[in-house]
């Protein structure tokens, strides 16, 4: 079945560096792809959506300058979180939607951040 | 604006008995539902979804879930839960065409063996 491949499973870094995550799909193409945001104990949160040859559609409420998001090909898409702080320790997980014959998405393992 | 509401955050039930988680969603429109799965330390698994037809989905390891229009509502039952079934449960809808995933607050399910 599909496979997104999501990396780092967890970083951490301190205060004022940038991390980028990166998501591929393995066995298939991904034009589009969601980055969420899961706090513990909380729900998923969706930030944005990637697309492949454009500019990401971000939340409200979602800062774009400090978390960019490219789509740089057909298989991967990255979420860099700039100049990160504490509170932007979270999970982060990415998930691409299937074709139109199949309506399964396909999660990533997703990336625990923390900032020190 | 559109939402998905869980109302139960916390259950806790003894092995064997039956389940019954609630969704409920706030727009009017065309939806698809979906709920998931997240065992601990791993990663979201579908359980079952809906986009039309028969409102009583059966999904994996015997879940079900019945759509009612008219109370905008997906409740996930089982009728016997396993300790195994302990897990955080997610109720996900998507709207009209749209591929974008909302999601409940979650619903964390301890089974007492």
């Known amino acids: 079945g599909a496979v997104v491949s999501q990396h780092p499973s967890w970083v951490i870094c301190k205060s004022g560096t940038s991390v980028k995550i990166e998501c591929r799909s393995l066995d298939f193409q991904a034009t589009t792809m969601f980055w969420y945001r899961q706090f513990p104990k909380q729900s998923l949160m969706l930030m944005a959506t990637?697309?492949?040859?454009?500019?990401?559609?971000?939340e409200q409420g979602v800062e774009k300058d400090k978390f960019l998001i490219n789509h740089a090909s057909l298989t991967l898409s990255t979420l860099t979180v700039t100049s990160a702080h504490p509170e932007d320790s979270s999970f982060y997980i990415c998930s691409a939607p299937p074709g139109t014959a199949n309506y399964g998405y396909t999660f990533g393992s997703g990336t625990r951040l923390t900032v020190v | 604006a559109q939402s998905v509401s869980q109302h139960n955050h916390h259950v806790i039930l003894s092995e064997a008995a039956s389940l019954e988680l609630g969704c409920n969603y706030s727009?009017?429109?065309?939806?698809?539902l979906f709920w998931y799965v997240q065992y601990p330390g791993q990663h979201l698994q579908l359980l079952l979804k809906y986009f039309s037809g028969d409102p009583l989905v059966k999904g994996i390891k015997g879940f079900e879930a019945e759509f009612i229009k008219s109370k905008f509502s997906f409740n996930l039952r089982k009728p016997s839960v396993q300790w195994s079934d302990t897990a955080e449960y997610f109720c996900?809808?998507?709207?009209?065409?749209?591929?974008?995933?909302?999601f409940g607050s979650g619903t964390r399910l301890l089974v007492r063996p």
């Open positions: 727009y009017g429109g065309t939806v698809n």
């Open positions: 996900a809808v998507t709207r009209d065409s749209s591929y974008k995933l909302i």
């Open positions: 990637s697309n492949e040859g454009s500019k990401a559609t971000y």
